[in-house]
């Protein structure tokens, strides 16, 4: 038998709306191309507006393979600041659909807001204002993507997918930097210092081998969390598989400060893990070592004499000026070039050679910008991540998959952090924000541990939000809407009549009703008292199931 209804109206009129888009994209755009592409990414904002974890996995599969960007006013778009806004905006769309106002509460409320209120304060005396206001906006984005992560993912088999996405689109990145690597090794940037060994640096998509770094750093130990803690054999093996060809990109960046870095994680990884962990890797570094250009490339590390070492060094005498000079307050979230500018200007014994460069030092970069106050509420975020996924292990110990991928985290972050000591990995919008992406998925795991896999009622949520500070701001608009309908001349009516009146009525009505069963001959007898005790009851049995009757409950 065939089924008349095949498609829903909502597919269909989504269908309708969404072929209309494409004739409106050509007419406008004059191009089939143009406006098949601007027609499939309607497509998925709308999916996205949907399910905010499709939101997620646009951020995830985008960022690593997209690399343009292009500035709008003062405002730059790239692929990380357009699906970050959708993902926050899907979020925001899911809670207003669905009637929902639980956020998941967390310790790092008050680092977070300190932070946004103590680095939008710079933006008034920052060389230039509006550049660090679109510098804010990006870290808004970035610490906001964290309580979307936590909010939304809540399965254990979601966890699984997004991380397992996110691996893979990290070995796909690097097959498009293999195929750089071995065709156009002569476009390779950052050549200059090393030995006659190395013929060519691997970027990927991310144009700048170091930028490549900071972002493999992130995702191998999470491939490496995901092999051992995965069930299907399959998938295990898999994820090995893309984990050994992120390590071995990693090894062709030629990025000494990733290398660290992801040595550190692994440390971290193999402590909370596994420590018999620590013996495969003493096993497994002679190889690396037999890597041309590995083991000079280490060496050049401690020379300090010349090379990137010693520009690096010339680069921190600035940072240590400007910092000197702007201790407290900073020079403005994101004006850290400006104020380079300028300061080699003023002071000419700080000359590099350039008028603008990166200070190669994620913190000192934000305590010269945000001062002192703005770094210790950013490293007080970090420290709060730190402290509950560690206690997170402890805690649950027993479960491996929990252990192992917080463990795979917590290693991530470690490895960006350190990897921040010698690059600014912190001020680059496409590595960092998995970075806080993680920091989500942490969340995620240390707040609604219980729940996962099996979500229960909104009461199982009201010890995760009481606490939270972005909920109580909501709480208090929600009040002050609350108060002001309490005193309006509306909710006085609705008293006089839902309240007074109704009761009133139906005490008339059960009077007459009581009256009623004591002449059950007259009530047999009569017609029309017959049709009026019908009457009755359905306009009771309407009021009682009447929407306005439930609402004046609710509100009384």
């Not at 920091?439 to 979500?455: F, M, Q, S, T």
Request: with cysteine; charged share 15%; net charge positive.
């Amino acid at each position: 038998m065939i089924k008349e209804n095949i498609f829903s109206k909502k597919f269909l009129l989504f269908l309708a709306l969404l072929l209309v888009g494409f004739f409106v994209f050509f007419i406008v755009l004059g191009s089939f191309k143009r406006a098949l592409v601007s027609s499939v990414f309607l497509l998925l904002f709308f999916l996205s507006l949907k399910w905010t974890e499709f939101a997620l996995a646009l951020l995830i599969v985008l960022v690593p393979l997209v690399s343009g960007r292009f500035i709008f006013e003062i405002l730059p778009f790239d692929a990380v600041t357009v699906t970050v806004a959708i993902s926050i905006i899907s979020l925001l769309f899911s809670c207003f659909k669905k009637e929902r106002s639980v956020f998941p509460p967390t310790k790092l409320d008050v680092s977070v807001l300190l932070f946004l209120i103590v680095s939008l304060m710079t933006v008034f005396w920052a060389y230039s204002p509006p550049k660090a206001l679109a510098t804010w906006l990006r870290y808004f984005g970035y610490l906001i993507l964290i309580f979307v992560v936590a909010y939304r993912v809540r399965y254990k088999r979601t966890i699984e997918i997004l991380l397992s996405l996110f691996v893979l689109s990290a070995t796909m990145s690097c097959f498009i930097g293999f195929n750089q690597f071995l065709t156009r090794p002569g476009m390779s940037i950052g050549m200059q210092g090393l030995s006659q060994e190395i013929v060519a640096r691997m970027a990927g998509t991310y144009i700048n081998p170091n930028f490549f770094g900071e972002f493999l750093v992130l995702a191998i130990p999470i491939g490496l969390a995901l092999t051992l803690a995965l069930n299907s054999t399959r998938h295990r093996i898999f994820c090995g598989a893309c984990t050994a060809i992120l390590l071995f990109s990693l090894v062709l960046t030629y990025t000494r400060g990733s290398w660290l870095g992801l040595a550190v994680g692994l440390v971290i990884f193999a402590l909370i893990v596994e420590k018999r962990l620590l013996w495969f890797g003493v096993l497994l570094s002679p190889l690396v070592f037999k890597l041309p250009g590995v083991a000079s490339r280490i060496v050049s590390m401690f020379d300090i004499s010349g090379g990137t070492v010693a520009c690096r060094l010339r680069l921190w005498n600035v940072v240590f000026k400007i910092i000197s000079e702007n201790f407290l307050f900073g020079i403005g979230i994101g004006n850290y070039l400006t104020a380079f500018t300028h300061y080699v200007f003023k002071y000419p014994e700080l000359s590099v050679g350039y008028v603008q460069y990166g200070a190669h030092n994620s913190y000192l970069t934000l305590l010269a910008e945000v001062g002192i106050f703005g770094l210790l509420a950013f490293l007080g975020v970090i420290v709060v991540i730190f402290k509950l996924g560690y206690c997170f292990t402890r805690r649950v110990k027993n479960d491996k998959f929990s252990v192992y991928i917080m463990g795979g985290i917590l290693a991530s972050l470690s490895a960006f952090l350190v990897n921040g000591f010698t690059s600014n990995s912190l001020l680059h919008p496409r590595a960092a924000v998995f970075f806080w992406f993680l920091a989500g998925i942490a969340l995620v795991l240390i707040y609604n541990y219980e729940n996962i896999g099996k979500i229960k009622t909104r009461q199982n949520f009201l010890k995760l939000y009481n606490g939270s500070y972005f909920y109580g701001i909501l709480t208090g608009v929600k009040s002050s809407f609350l108060s002001a309908y309490e005193n309006h001349w509306l909710k006085r009516s609705f008293d006089f009549v839902g309240r007074a009146n109704l009761l009133k009525f139906s005490k008339i009505l059960g009077s007459v009703d009581a009256s009623l069963k004591s002449s059950v001959d007259l009530k047999e007898s009569s017609k029309t008292l017959g049709v009026f005790c019908k009457f009755r009851d359905n306009l009771l049995g309407w009021i009682d199931n009447s929407y306005f009757r439930a609402a004046i409950k609710k509100i009384l």
